[in-house]
């Protein structure tokens, strides 16, 4: 069974920085490429980064590029979000996500709720 | 952005069948795939690139269209279904719907 465990949210003031985790176990971690997709409350989804399944090429959303770094250890089973210079519209529910190479995310984590408030 | 435009609410009740739209901003070939968010919980895949049906979903799923239009079709409705479905396009970037809320009356 696929799962994915995300860690590491919480509340952070703007400008500061997190790192969330995702573990991942049920399958081949290094074979597939992982996804980051947030929620901000009540709100709809946004595809954030997405990463291949060797961490080769990454790929970012344009309000999140030069401020956020999505990587992975293979080794680990681990994916990781680092988040510099946070903003409150980054204030979201981040769900991990097994990745297909043509764009749907097959599998989702339970998310991690990061707030950036002062 | 391709902007995808869905409807925000409709209401069934058990037993019928409710389709559910979609709309592209522009052509995303069959590349649209359709998500399931009950209250409090994550995402889940249904329907990829428009007409396959995911791993361990009921067929009383199914979907429809290329393009630009899509359906999501739910025959027949159960009390269960009760959940903001979401479709998502992979042509051009990867956008979201805002989502439609389905009540079960």
């Known amino acids: 069974e696929v799962q994915l465990v995300e860690s590491g949210g919480g509340l952070v003031q703007p400008g500061r920085s997190m790192k969330l985790s995702c573990a991942a176990s049920?399958?081949?971690?290094?074979?597939?490429?992982m996804a980051w997709v947030r929620q901000a409350p009540t709100k709809g989804l946004e595809w954030v980064a997405t990463?291949?399944?060797?961490?080769?090429?990454?790929y970012y959303r344009d309000s999140v590029k030069g401020r956020f770094t999505i990587s992975r250890d293979n080794a680990k089973s681990t994916l990781y979000l680092q988040m510099n210079s946070l903003r409150s519209e980054d204030t979201a529910t981040y769900y991990c996500t097994k990745a297909t190479t043509v764009g749907w995310f097959a599998y989702w984590g339970q998310g991690t709720l990061v707030t950036v408030s002062s | 952005d391709t902007v995808l435009t869905q409807s925000p609410a409709l209401a069934v009740s058990p037993g019928e069948r409710v389709s559910i739209s979609c709309r592209a901003s522009e052509g995303v070939n069959s590349y649209m795939h359709w998500y399931q968010q009950k209250p409090g919980q994550q995402p889940k895949l249904l329907i990829y690139k428009a007409s396959n049906l995911a791993s361990g979903v009921p067929a009383r799923f199914s979907g429809s269209g290329s393009g630009t239009d899509f359906t999501l079709t739910i025959d027949p409705v159960e009390a269960d279904d009760t959940a903001t479905y979401f479709c998502q396009q992979s042509w051009n970037d990867l956008t979201f719907g805002s989502g439609t809320k389905l009540e079960i009356k």
């Open positions: 049920g399958f081949t971690f290094s074979n597939y490429g």
């Open positions: 990463i291949s399944y060797d961490g080769s090429s990454t």
